[in-house]
């Protein structure tokens, strides 16, 4: 079964960092754009970051770039989210999600075919 598995995720003061992980199963994490997103309470699901499967190139909106890294472990087949200089109002459930594709479009995934099951973030002190 062709699955996405988060991990990583916590409580966190502000200012503080974790890094969340994303583990693939049954495909590569090379083979297909993956990506992260989060979603608060009552808000709409956000993009933060896609990295293309063919040459791992990264992309981010303005609102996390600087503070949050995507990458990849080709051997572990893992996506990793390093965030940085985390804020209260960025307390959200983050998950990943794969592409039918190669490419990001633009810092989201497009056609997104599967999607993982999430992990919860609370930055509070």
């Known amino acids: 079964q062709l699955q996405l598995v988060e991990s990583g995720g916590g409580l966190v003061q502000p200012g503080g960092s974790l890094r969340l992980s994303c583990a693939a199963s049954?495909?590569?994490?090379?083979?297909?754009?993956i990506g992260w997103f989060r979603q608060a309470p009552g808000k709409e699901r956000e993009a933060l970051s896609c990295?293309?499967?063919?040459?791992?190139?990264?992309y981010y909106p303005d609102s996390v770039n600087g503070r949050f890294t995507i990458s990849r472990s080709i051997t572990e087949n893992m996506v990793y989210l390093q965030m940085n200089e985390l804020e209260p109002e960025e307390t959200a459930v983050y998950f990943c999600?794969?592409?039918?594709?190669?490419?990001?479009?633009?810092?989201?995934?497009?056609?997104?075919?599967?999607w993982g099951q999430g992990t919860q973030v609370t930055v509070s002190s």
């Open positions: 999600a794969a592409s039918t594709g190669y490419y990001c479009s633009g810092y989201t995934v497009p056609r997104v075919a599967l």
């Open positions: 049954r495909f590569s994490v090379e083979d297909y754009a």
């Open positions: 990295i293309h499967a063919a040459d791992g190139r990264t």
